[in-house]
């Protein structure tokens, strides 16, 4: 019930996902790290369900994925899958050995190749007995004495945490996380460095993420990862590669609107950076592969050729963008009912009966959800949010917010 690697084996995805089909299209593919919670030493080829689609590979393997010192790696090369065994050293140089070692092998065949590198830091060290923080590698142990949160905020109701011997703990769980990333660093400048020398830096897109943030003490919690808050949920992504644009930052700000109907699944969604737009048909597209919005790039000529509920791609996306305008500033019974800020007649009730031809010009008239300004802090201002629905006015107007007789634009 908790998923993971035994999940994965049941189901049948343990040859069903990305590694198999790079293979299939000319791609050596090679990993090192972590692949799966529950991946151990008893079930990591169950039933001869292995993890397929690699051309080489060293797993961390449970109990000692979090161990960081000596830990138990599987490895495969081609059809030879060995037992795991205890591999000497630390778990992130080990690592970083391992794929600067598949970068020669790739490049000796002479082929496309997929590499990843999944360490384990910074995670918390799952030893006997836990050691409640991370371990960083023994050069860089206390190489940043003193460092401290970047601070312990209070919610309403909750003062702040000023017991000194938590704060302690907290400041200690910080540093020693910065401190197991040192090593995740020198990782990355050896990759990047290996591929220069190789001559292939330019042609390889470097792709550097995570699979969570984190809070350490923020809104009065312990240390984790599995809330709402920012801190958790703003995870960085860099890539570096050909054709991607130097120093570029952005927040994926974006606004989205999935609807269903009788014979209708639709998901829209406008983003903030370079004001991209996606249209998926959900009834056809679960996985939304197929991006059907006429501005998308490569896409084929679409002015009224693509339909859905047998109206023009042009006509939907106007109904779209108007219930999206009220979505993203509406309150209340407004969020239930969009439908009847934009038809308070009430003549409209759903997507279908909005298509009526006789609604074009109307639907034609609204504004359309953009953005003025992005940003590279996660922050929220109202005046970069474009316009914005508030209530109706006439014909089924948009009601842009006003002040002092001025619109939005106006103003902002």
């Not at 039933?47 to 979090?66: C, H, M, N, Q, R």
């Not at 790696?73 to 050293?89: A, L, S, T, Y």
């Not at 943030?213 to 890539?239: L, R, S």
């Not at 003549?347 to 359309?368: F, G, H, I, M, P």
């Amino acid at each position: 019930p908790w998923g993971g690697w035994e999940k994965v084996q049941d189901v049948g995805l343990w040859n069903k996902y990305l590694p198999v089909w790079l293979k299939k299209n000319g791609y050596n593919t090679y990993y090192s790290g972590k692949l799966y919670n529950g991946h151990n030493s008893t079930n990591y080829d169950r039933e001869g369900k292995y993890a397929a689609g690699w051309t080489e590979s060293d797993f961390l393997i449970e109990p000692d994925v979090y161990s960081y010192y000596n830990s138990i790696f599987q490895h495969n090369k081609g059809d030879q899958h060995n037992k795991p065994e205890k591999v000497i050293g630390y778990s992130t140089d080990l690592i970083t050995n391992y794929n600067l070692g598949y970068i020669d092998h790739a490049i000796k065949d002479n082929k496309p190749f997929f590499v990843v590198a999944a360490p384990i830091a910074p995670h918390v060290a799952i030893t006997h007995p836990r050691t409640g923080h991370a371990i960083p590698e023994k050069k860089y142990n206390d190489k940043f004495p003193g460092l401290q949160t970047s601070g312990v905020l209070h919610i309403k109701d909750l003062g702040q945490i000023t017991n000194p011997n938590y704060l302690k703990y907290l400041d200690t769980f910080y540093q020693k996380r910065i401190e197991a990333l040192q090593s995740v660093d020198d990782m990355i400048a050896q990759v990047v460095k290996k591929l220069e020398a190789e001559g292939v830096l330019d042609t390889t897109y470097i792709i550097y993420s995570s699979d969570n943030d984190y809070h350490i003490g923020q809104h009065c919690m312990a240390p984790g990862k599995k809330c709402a808050f920012e801190e958790d949920i703003n995870v960085p992504t860099v890539i570096r590669g050909p054709g991607v644009a130097k120093e570029i930052h952005a927040i994926q700000t974006y606004k989205t609107l999935g609807i269903q109907g009788s014979g209708y699944d639709l998901m829209y969604s406008v983003w903030c950076n370079q004001s991209a737009h996606e249209l998926y048909d959900m009834t056809k597209d679960e996985y939304q592969m197929n991006n059907l919005h006429p501005g998308v790039l490569n896409a084929p000529a679409s002015d009224n050729s693509q339909k859905i509920l047998g109206r023009p791609l042009p006509q939907l996306l106007n109904r779209l963008d108007a219930v999206l305008m009220v979505q993203k500033s509406c309150k209340e019974v407004e969020c239930r009912k969009p439908w009847d800020q934009l038809h308070p007649g009430g003549q409209v009730e759903n997507l279908k009966d909005a298509l009526n031809k006789e609604y074009d010009t109307q639907y034609a008239n609204y504004s359309k959800v953009q953005f003025d300004k992005c940003f590279r802090n996660p922050v929220y201002h109202p005046w970069a949010e474009g316009p914005q629905w508030n209530g109706t006015q006439g014909q089924g107007q948009a009601n842009l917010l006003m002040r002092n007789g001025l619109d939005w634009d106006s103003w902002a």
